[in-house]
């Protein structure tokens, strides 16, 4: 997903979205650090995609408290 289109997404998510979404992107790293060890992990560039995006997601929570 570009910048800018997850920008617009976070923001027009609510409180409870957002964290759902960093939710279900902290499950996803999860999951990608048992592939990477098991070595099935051939998108090695998702890691830093999806911290990425979690920083984003995490920023916007903390600019509605």
């Known amino acids: 997903m570009k910048r800018?289109?997850?920008?617009?997404?976070?923001?027009g998510l609510s409180k409870e979205e957002l964290l759902e979404k960093d939710r279900s992107i902290s499950e996803e790293l999860m999951?990608?650090?048992f592939r990477a060890k098991t070595g099935r992990l051939?998108?090695?560039?998702?890691?830093?995609?999806?911290?990425?995006?979690?920083?984003?997601?995490?920023?916007?929570?903390?600019?509605?408290?």
Do not use: D, Y
């Not at 800018?4 to 923001?11: G, P, V």
């Open 31 to 33: 999951k990608l650090r």
């Open 4 to 11: 800018k289109e997850l920008r617009a997404e976070i923001s």
């Open 42 to 65: 051939e998108q090695s560039h998702l890691f830093k995609e999806l911290r990425k995006q979690r920083a984003r997601a995490k920023t916007a929570l903390g600019a509605m408290k």
